[in-house]
């Protein structure tokens, strides 16, 4: 009897055990999505689309995720950013998510805001969902999206080899809160082929020269931007100590010279 009594009470604690590790798991994934903002909620057809970000959104670089009805496993999306200013409209650089969702049920994308919306216009994003599993078609809007300014993002204006003006738009994301020693930053580039079209950028060369003008002198240690996927370069740039920095950026494309885009840095 006693053996059978030691046998329940371990199965219990068993129980118990995998009890308590499931619910770790349920609070992980609410927590990840608490942590996110929630833009907004569209209906079309009784299909719910919402959508997330990590951040508010502003001019530069942003992440961008739907989340769909929980029965939707597989759906292809495709989505639109429009700026509509007085008697003219724009779009911008963006991705389109992958037709499965990651981990926490949701939607990767990329939008790169070039203008913060207020008195010169409005940003919404008409999202095309075509719904794999019930193969049906949907569409929403979230407009009215509110986009703030960071004076990160600049115009590179270069020749291309018949003397035409190119305009390139190029973001520098990451370096929000500085501080000193190293900080990973992330560039973005793409070419302005029309009011709506905005490819990537993919075969230009960087260089990155921080400087403190006021002290005369830069840092060591800063790695040059590489290449990595839809327009964006990673690098890292180094600060020796607060104050009022400038950061060179060289472009390079096919052992031409682009040109150089500043920014300023004040911590």
């Known amino acids: ?9 371990l199965l219990g604690s068993l129980f118990l055990t995998q009890g308590c590790e499931k619910n770790d ?11 996110m903002i929630l833009v907004g909620t569209e209906q079309d057809n009784g299909l719910s689309v919402e959508m997330y970000v990590e ?41 389109n998510p992958g037709s499965t969702p990651n981990e926490d049920g949701l939607f990767e994308s ?10 010169m216009g409005s940003w919404d994003d008409t999202v095309s969902v075509q719904n794999m599993d019930a193969n049906s078609t949907h569409t929403v809007v979230f407009d ?24 390139y738009i190029v973001t520098l994301n990451g370096l ?17 082929a029309s009011m709506m079209s905005f490819p990537e950028v993919a075969d230009i060369s960087l260089t990155v020269e921080p400087r403190m003008p006021d002290m005369g002198h ?3 240690g800063n790695i040059n931007p590489v290449y990595t ?27 031409e010279d682009m040109g150089t885009i500043q920014y300023e840095v004040n911590f």
């Open 218 to 220: 830069g840092s060591d």
């Open 55 to 95: 951040e508010e959104l502003k001019v530069g670089l942003n992440k961008i995720y739907f989340k769909l009805d929980d029965n939707v496993t597989e759906a292809q999306i495709t989505h639109k950013p429009m700026m509509y200013m007085t008697g003219m409209k724009h779009s911008c650089p963006y991705s």
């Open 25 to 35: 798991d349920e609070v992980n994934e609410i927590i990840t999505t608490e942590n």
């Open 229 to 255: 996927e839809n327009g964006k370069y990673e690098g890292s740039v180094v600060f020796s100590m607060t104050g009022y920095w400038t950061i060179d950026f060289d472009f390079v494309m096919g052992g």
């Open 176 to 192: 929000e809160n500085p501080e000193v020693g190293t900080n990973e930053f992330t560039i973005t580039v793409h070419k302005k």
């Open 110 to 119: 990329e939008v790169v805001f070039i203008m913060a919306s207020g008195e």
């Open 1 to 9: 009897m006693k053996l059978q009594i030691l046998l329940l009470v």
């Open 144 to 167: 009215d999206l509110s986009v703030s300014e960071t004076n990160m993002k600049k115009n590179l204006v270069s020749l291309d080899a018949d003397s035409n003006q190119v305009i």
